[in-house]
């Protein structure tokens, strides 16, 4: 039986049982596999992944794992610089655009808030999902593990938080967001675009009390939802601030 020696680092020990994080094993095999398989085999899905080392040489997802390989593999954001690295997928723009599982819904509707091309539908198939994904380059949110481990799927995360606004924390943080938000750009219902218009082109659209106490007015160029800065408007800020700086 052949012995290859793992060492996962940083978050990617989230996905491993309590008895195999932040520490090396051994892993047997009788079978030729990729380290990408191997690493899957594990339950840590491949998009989560940005450098993998096979004894100290960077490696892509295809190199085949021998007998004896020490193998350290690191997630996004690791730090090391490699004269050699092999980038295992094409570099995210600054401002990426997102597409979520259906488990998601408010968490895609706080992204659009703050401003990020967020696709949301409550009955996406997972095929669907990661064809999306791959298709238009967006990086796939979920909480399914399995979904992330589709062959098709380049870009992609699982959210670990449960709570709502910890969630966004987290997407923030994870993918350094801060300097590239711009709130209330996109629909928080449809995604469409935001912008300002005039009170009188959306009189019929609103409450009579709302008409009278407001007049700074914005509508989806899609699905023509109004919005206006009320009380709701100043929770949503609130939120947004507290994740900028930090405090969620």
């Given at each position: 039986?052949?012995?290859?020696?793992?060492?996962?680092?940083?978050?990617?020990?989230?996905?491993?049982?309590?008895?195999?994080?932040?520490?090396?094993?051994?892993?047997?095999?009788?079978w030729r596999?990729?380290?990408?398989?191997?690493?899957?085999?594990?339950?840590?899905?491949?998009?989560?992944?940005?450098?993998?080392?096979?004894?100290?040489?960077?490696?892509?997802?295809?190199?085949?794992?021998?007998?004896?390989?020490?193998?350290?593999?690191?997630?996004?954001?690791?730090?090391?610089?490699?004269?050699?690295?092999?980038?295992?997928?094409?570099?995210?723009?600054?401002?990426?655009?997102?597409?979520?599982?259906?488990?998601?819904?408010?968490?895609?509707?706080?992204?659009?808030?703050?401003?990020?091309?967020?696709?949301?539908?409550?009955?996406?198939?997972?095929?669907?999902?990661?064809?999306?994904?791959?298709?238009?380059?967006?990086?796939?949110?979920?909480?399914?593990?399995g979904l992330?481990?589709?062959?098709?799927?380049?870009?992609?995360?699982?959210?670990?938080?449960?709570?709502?606004?910890?969630?966004?924390?987290?997407?923030?943080?994870?993918?350094?967001?801060?300097?590239?938000?711009?709130?209330?750009?996109?629909?928080?219902?449809?995604?469409?675009?935001?912008?300002?218009?005039?009170?009188?082109?959306?009189?019929?659209?609103?409450?009579?009390?709302?008409?009278?106490?407001?007049?700074?007015?914005?509508?989806?160029?899609?699905?023509?939802?109004?919005?206006w800065k009320?009380?709701?408007?100043?929770?949503?800020?609130?939120?947004?601030?507290?994740?900028?700086?930090?405090?969620?």
């Open positions: 039986m052949n012995r290859a020696h793992f060492r996962f680092h940083g978050d990617l020990n989230f996905f491993l049982p309590r008895g195999r994080r932040d520490t090396g094993f051994t892993h047997t095999f009788d596999g990729s380290v990408k398989d191997m690493i899957e085999s594990f339950g840590i899905p491949h998009p989560e992944i940005e450098l993998i080392l096979a004894n100290n040489v960077s490696v892509g997802f295809d190199y085949i794992v021998q007998p004896d390989d020490n193998i350290h593999v690191y997630p996004a954001f690791n730090g090391l610089d490699l004269p050699h690295k092999i980038s295992l997928r094409p570099p995210l723009p600054q401002r990426p655009a997102f597409i979520l599982d259906q488990h998601l819904g408010r968490l895609a509707a706080y992204l659009r808030m703050l401003g990020f091309d967020t696709l949301y539908r409550n009955d996406y198939h997972d095929e669907e999902l990661a064809q999306v994904s791959h298709d238009q380059g967006r990086v796939l949110l979920t909480r399914d593990v992330l481990k589709r062959s098709i799927v380049v870009y992609g995360y699982f959210v670990r938080e449960t709570n709502r606004h910890r969630q966004l924390a987290e997407i923030i943080r994870r993918f350094n967001l801060v300097g590239h938000t711009r709130p209330f750009a996109y629909c928080m219902k449809c995604n469409g675009l935001v912008h300002g218009i005039a009170k009188n082109l959306v009189l019929h659209q609103l409450q009579a009390d709302t008409a009278q106490y407001y007049d700074e007015f914005y509508r989806c160029d899609t699905c023509e939802q109004v919005y009320g009380p709701h408007h100043k929770r949503m800020q609130a939120l947004i601030e507290e994740v900028i700086r930090g405090e969620l």
